[in-house]
């Protein structure tokens, strides 16, 4: 499928996301009347139906069936269109109907980054030179990974704001039926448990893919900044997940520690994705997602591409 | 009339300052009866409100200056201050405003009922103590009686009843559900008996108790069934044990100062592991210190932070509310005419009384002059004469200002005009009341066997 159609398909979803997400909002102000509740739930019904069909679109047009990820657009369509059933999900669990509208948003920034990816930074995966089940268990695990870890942050946004509700000592009924911060306490950890196995499993087989690559570019790939910040988003799920047992880790401070965790994640993407690849050394498949660019992978216009 | 504070008008520092307890109260009403002798007085005092109510004669005293004095000095306070928060409230008005108390429609949570039961310790106590006489026996059971037509009748105290049904909904908030958390109440008093019934519909695992008095615990625990294998009783030296264990705590306690403060708490907090404590501080004066709130995975409460839900209560049952506004409101005004009539009533009797036995001083003495001249038959006919000439004279004279105590003019100032046959006549209604069946005429259409019905 053309880029541009895609980004024009995209931006209609994003204004779509952005025009629900109002509602979702108001709805919350207004204790959720049944009318609004309705149409958001459609919306979002309609929007994760729209990206599964743009999902499969591009993949039956990219004339690879073995392959349904060509480029990390592929990959931002896919973690919007998993965390919108996550939010269909959710809205049909006791008590939880309010996380969406903490969750459109970030839906919404989103199908926009995905816009950008199609638009302006695109940059088709180079998978046929690389191990196929090594760089896909990759693929899916930091992609996975990510889609829990937003799923936490959300969970995260709306545990400060009921929290902070609390401490106000404001009506709880006065703004629709908030979740208790128990409820979004626990999806916030299991969030970052279950991310944390997938991302580890993702992460794992970017070294194995690494590890088959030459010696000149594991000496580099090391050294690099994507691997640190990959090593550092690690590490600090692992805090979060494991010291919330300890005194001072639970509550606002495992609610910041992911908010902390999903903004260095996405610091990692943008960096990788920014950084020239001589300098970032992203010339092979790295353990998290994204724009590991090959000197030996230019394109015929001499032009970078994107091989994770 | 009715002098008090509340939850509207006052915070909860001086509501503390003012509040009377169950232990001082007979004394306080024996103090303010000994100072403003001859007035009937009742003290209300609960956690959202310390109210005085007076019944006494027209211009007599204590007038209202004069109970704000006194107030203040009891609680102990600048007359300032007091003057600040203080509202008085008079004849019908502060009728109206014990109807609406009675029947939870001044309380912080609309409908509630557990103030009725307040309302009626208070007079109970007021009784006991011989300081609610006739004025305050026949408001204070009417209003009873009209709270709880009100209760029956009307919606108005449906669903959020009470700081119990609020508090629930708070620890709603906290907590997904109580299934696996621990329940403690610091207090075995009546406040914490209603706050815990209310919790314990969230079926939590287990319910621990504990009081410095051990036997008002066990019978609290007796009253809700608290087995054994579901918590039960603590002794109140294991106070800090008990927070740590616990994930929700109702404190009600009767103490005067707090019974946890935040330094008490801090240490104990390392020990829960960062697990939420949800306080629930029902008490007045209040048992948690407020800095105990600002300490991290501490939710407190305390009685004033459920302004909100009232008033979002108080909205939704504004249609309701105007309705039961507006039976009080007739209640309170056919109680004032009843005790109105009352008083009355007896005033007529005992002024009829007075001149009856002016009369008949006069007609003996009349008539022992005349048993000299006329034979003894004639003295007999004579008397009955006189008897009749007396009554119909007396009848006569009364007739006018009798009938300016009639009702049926509202604008009558009854009130006055009592004020002023009392002293006028130097009337005594109590010792009235004893020799009026002696002197009551039954073709009198001014006296009504039941004065005001």
Redesign the interface.
Known sequence: MDQPITSIILMAMTAVTLGTSGFAVRGLRRRNPPGTTRAVTVAMTLLVVASAALLGARWWHSGELSQPLHAHVDGLVLIAMLLGLALVFLRWRPRMLTVSAFGLPVLGFLYAWAVCAAAWTYKPFRLDSLTPVWTWLHLIGVYVGTLCFVIGTVAAVAYLYVHRRIKRKDDPAGIGRLPPLESLENLVVRSATVGFAVLSIGLAGGIVTISQQTDAVQANAWMITKYALAGAVWLLYALVINLRFTTSFRGVRAAWLSIAGLALLVATYGLVTALPSRTSGLDATPPPPITAVSADTRDQHGGPRCVS | MMLGINHRTATVELREQMTVSDAALPNALQALSQRFKGCECVILSTCNRTEYYIARESHAEPTAEALRAYVAQQANMPLETLDAAVIVREQDAAATHLFSVAAGLDAMVLGETQVLGQVRRAYDAAARAGTARRVLHTLFQQAIATAKEIHNTTDIGAGRQSVGSVGV??I??????LHDKTLLCIGAGDVGKVVLQHAMRLTPQRVLLTSRTTDRAASLARQLRLTTDRGGVRPWESLDTLLVEADVVIAATGATQPILTAAQLKPL??K?????LFILDAAMPRDIDPAV?SL??V?L?NLD?LR??V??TLAGRQGELDRCRAQVRGAASVCINQVQHQDIGRLIRALRTRLHDLADDERQRTTRKLSHCVSAEHTRQIEALLDEHTRRLINKVLHLPLSRLDDTDPEAPLGFYAAALRRLFDLDTDQGQEHVERHADPTDPTISPEPGT
């Open positions: 909904e708070f709603r908030q906290v907590f997904e559900t907090l390392r829960r592991r960062g697990r939420p709130g991290s995975n939710y409460y932070d909100p839900v008033e979002r």
